[in-house]
């Protein structure tokens, strides 16, 4: 029966020695996920120009800090969805976490929870969402716990996922809008990655076969069960929790979703894994911002490695980040341990990149923070 076995504990292993950055963890994890998991966790599409553009992107934004600014009292503190967050960071929907350990989806819930980072579960979770919203909620001091959600050919059954994530206790359903269809994973498909035995999307174990369609392009199947506006509304008809888009990248679309009242944009290209040469998120995200106009939350995701990237993206616009590889490399590095001491390090740097450039709170963070060279 769903959610009725005990809440697993996940085993406390020791951080590798030298592991002191995110970019640590990414080195080390290579040593430890075979060639199939590795492909399918860090490639992108087609040629992964996103993929290098997302990473490049932050670095290219100069900080120009400020100096004898009052730091007292400071803290990271934001305001997300009617709730007081510590820091702005959350764990990114990433699918099959028990590919890069054996805990999976619980050691990344325990991880969350326990350095008070929000929780975004993904709709190809490896674990039944049931189990780690029973883990991740035992954490008096949490951050959010959200449901990524992919609508489903079979409108039923998505109502009936969403319908279990709420009796769950998940406060938000992140919309993936982005995907329709799987990028051209060149990487992946050289490795002749396959999901391991005993690896699957569990929460769609029920779903039926999707009904086969007559004719031979993509698009015969396509015109049956790719979402449009009308099924956002849908979605937010059906459900009391908010709706959050995730994979917006357009200044139009995100008028759009504005219009709509969804509950929040995540400017995402989700991680250059879809469709290759889309704008770096540190790019668009500007854009998106002075579209909606302060009119609903905006989060980001994509190459987030540093605490200054997170201090970037706040100065950008965006309320909050989303963070995904480097917490799967933390996973595979050390379970729950190597996720807990991925975010810290970021939340650690995070308030250092904010006293050093004279920010005691993120909502100093502005473009006045960044170099102009043509200024």
């Known amino acids: ?105 619980m050691a990344m819930a325990h991880a969350a929870a326990s350095q008070q980072a929000g929780l975004v579960l993904s709709t190809q979770a490896s674990v039944p969402l049931e189990t780690v919203a029973s883990a991740f909620r035992t954490h008096a001091d949490r951050g959010p716990l959200w449901f990524q959600l992919y609508l489903q050919h079979d409108r039923g059954f998505t109502r ?61 199947t396509l015109h049956t069960h790719a979402p449009v506006w009308s099924d956002v509304q849908w979605l937010q008809d059906i459900t009391r929790l908010p709706v959050l888009l995730k994979g917006v990248l357009h200044p139009e679309d995100a008028r759009q979703a504005a219009a709509l009242q969804v509950a929040g944009l995540i400017v995402s290209n989700h991680g250059g894994r879809t469709l290759d040469t889309t704008p770096a998120t540190a790019a668009i995200l500007p854009r998106i911002a002075d579209a909606v106009r302060g009119e609903l939350p905006l989060l980001v995701d994509g190459g987030i490695r540093r605490g200054t990237d997170v201090l970037k993206a706040a100065a950008l616009g965006a309320r909050a980040v989303l963070v995904g590889r480097p917490c799967v490399y ?35 963070a502005s473009p006045e923070l960044f170099f102009d060279p043509m200024s």
């Open 1 to 105: 029966m769903k959610g009725s076995s005990p809440v697993p504990v996940p085993a406390i292993e020791a951080i590798p020695r030298g592991l002191v950055s995110l970019a640590d963890h990414e080195t080390f994890a290579r040593t430890r996920l075979d060639d199939q998991s590795w492909a399918y966790f860090s490639g992108g599409a087609a040629d992964e120009l996103t993929l290098r553009a997302n990473r490049r992107a932050w670095d290219d934004l100069q900080l120009l800090p400020r100096v004898l600014r009052q730091l007292a009292g400071g803290h990271t503190r934001v305001e997300l969805l009617g709730r007081t967050l510590s820091h702005p960071l959350l764990v990114a929907p990433m699918a099959y976490q028990r590919m890069a350990h054996s805990d999976g989806e």
């Open 330 to 364: 933390g996973l595979a590095n050390a379970g729950a341990l190597g996720v807990a001491h991925v975010l810290r390090l970021l939340r650690d740097e995070l308030e250092i990149a904010m006293a050093l450039c004279g920010c005691s709170t993120l909502d100093q």
């Open 160 to 220: 009936e996922l969403v319908q279990r994530a709420e009796a769950s206790g998940y406060e938000a359903l992140v919309l993936t809008v982005d995907a329709p269809v799987h990028g051209a994973r060149d990487r992946e498909r050289r490795s002749g990655f396959k999901l391991p035995v005993g690896i699957s999307a569990t929460n769609l174990a029920q779903l039926a076969a999707r009904p086969t369609a007559s004719g031979h392009s993509l698009f015969d």
